[in-house]
């Protein structure tokens, strides 16, 4: 059974910093792990994407500087550390398996096979 099971969300100040992981098993295969977040009221959106094979990663524009994504292969885990935070971080945060290395569509739902439970993250002073 291929699942991927996040956790680390919760509620963060925003000057705060937090860590979100997410784990995979039961897959033969994946090209990389993408994480997406979807506020109240808004479509969901690609945030970070790395590959699976050489580390390569893409950044949504919106959390440069801010985000970063990172692997540990041997554990099947991807990290998202994130800080400096704005109000419009506040949403559920997910994290998707990519069935094919999608370049530069990596923020496209479609890329995706398989998609973790979400979480969720709330910016409150």
């Known amino acids: 059974q291929v699942q991927l099971v996040e956790s680390g969300g919760g509620l963060v100040q925003p000057e705060g910093s937090l860590r979100l992981s997410c784990v995979a098993s039961?897959?033969?295969?994946?090209?990389?792990i993408g994480w997406f977040r979807q506020a109240p009221g808004k479509e969901r959106e690609g945030v970070l994407y790395?590959?699976?094979?050489?580390?390569?990663?893409y950044y949504a524009d919106s959390v440069k500087g801010r985000f970063t994504i990172s692997r540990d292969n041997a554990k099947n885990t991807v990290y998202m550390q994130m800080k400096s935070w704005k109000a419009e971080d506040t949403a559920v945060y997910y994290c998707?398996?990519?069935?094919?290395?999608?370049?530069?569509?990596?923020?496209?739902?479609?890329?995706?096979?398989?998609w973790s439970q979400g979480t969720q993250v709330t910016v409150s002073s």
């Open positions: 998707a398996a990519a069935r094919r290395p999608p370049g530069t569509r990596w923020y496209r739902d479609t890329e995706y096979m398989c």
């Open positions: 039961g897959f033969t295969y994946y090209y990389g």
């Open positions: 790395i590959s699976s094979s050489d580390g390569s990663t």
